[in-house]
């Protein structure tokens, strides 16, 4: 077995049983996790190829989450006087990844999306516990050689946490721009699905595709139509009423693979990064769905019910962002 530096990478090449493997991944640590890793694989006569490589960042893993979970717990938490409340974490953990996601897929800006999702319904100290559990799982991949870096997770601040961030009406113009001149129509018909349904990013994929035709009319007297979304997190289903344009993509677009997978996230990030906007994700959309409705005064309860929140409590932190409702006061102190 052999290293070699091949153009932006390394390549790690062997030969084994007549057969030729070859893989170039990004670093040189990298290099030499992988060329470890298939000679232990070769040693148990098993595919190297089979060795986790993320194709986008080229990072080697080879252990799935539910495997460095059970190995973290097994080291650090069992038979701790926390034990019963670390299951429960571990068990809300890997039901949002996935128990075998490999961990190479667990980058800094996907835990920052899960983040964001988590905010709707948890506090930060409760956020907090949850990325503990991660952290430490991945930190004993790092150690025990499974990956070589373990991505950057910000601890959320538990004093004065109510911080509501969505995109203005320039911004979202400008990311939609930004994805018609690289050519990606997909994410750019994502986006507007997203910010006018609130729909999160996975529900997106789960409605059903036979519109529903509602009673109301627009202002214009045009129809209006609304999208059956069944799988909803609070687990109630909810018909949302489409904006002109969410109705004309939801006919012609059917959406397959999730925002949040590797090709489109390495786009995602490119127009972020390159419009100065990366303290915000794609969550982002949601909240500014929740942001305009308020903003532009449909009642808070009606809210609640069209971004499926469990708690009132979770749909009026957005209240504060309407001035009106204070100035709304005075006329009722006028009677």
Known sequence: MSIKPWRAGYQVYVTANGKKYRKTVSTEAD???????????????????????????????????????????????????????VINLMRAVQTYWGKNIALNRITTTAIEDWVEEMKETKANGTINRHLAILRKTL?????ND???????????SEVDTERLVWYT???????????KDLGEEY????????????????????????????????????????VHVSQRKNGKPLIVPLT????????SRKFSTNVHDYQHRKVWDRVREELGLTDKCWHTWRHTCATRLVQRGLPIERIQKWMGHSSIQTTLKYAKLNPNNLVEGVDLLEE
């Open 31 to 85: 290099a030499k996790l992988l060329e470890a890793k298939w000679r232990h694989a070769l040693s148990l006569d098993q595919d190297p190829y089979k060795v986790e490589i993320n194709d986008q960042t080229g990072v080697v893993s080879s252990v799935d989450l539910i495997t460095a979970m059970n190995k973290t717990y097994d080291k650090y938490w069992r038979g701790s006087k926390n034990e019963p409340a």
């Open 139 to 143: 930190k004993w991949a790092y150690h």
């Open 146 to 156: 499974h990956i070589n870096k373990v991505p950057h997770i910000e601890t959320q």
């Open 169 to 179: 009406e320039e911004e979202e113009a400008a990311i939609l721009s930004k994805f």
């Open 187 to 226: 994410l750019h018909d994502y986006a507007i699905v997203s910010v006018d349904t609130g729909m999160r990013a996975s529900e997106v994929l789960k409605y059903n595709p036979t519109l529903v035709p509602l009673k109301a009319v627009r202002k214009d007297g045009s129809k209006v139509h609304g």
């Open 244 to 251: 002109k344009r969410a109705e004309a993509i939801l006919r």
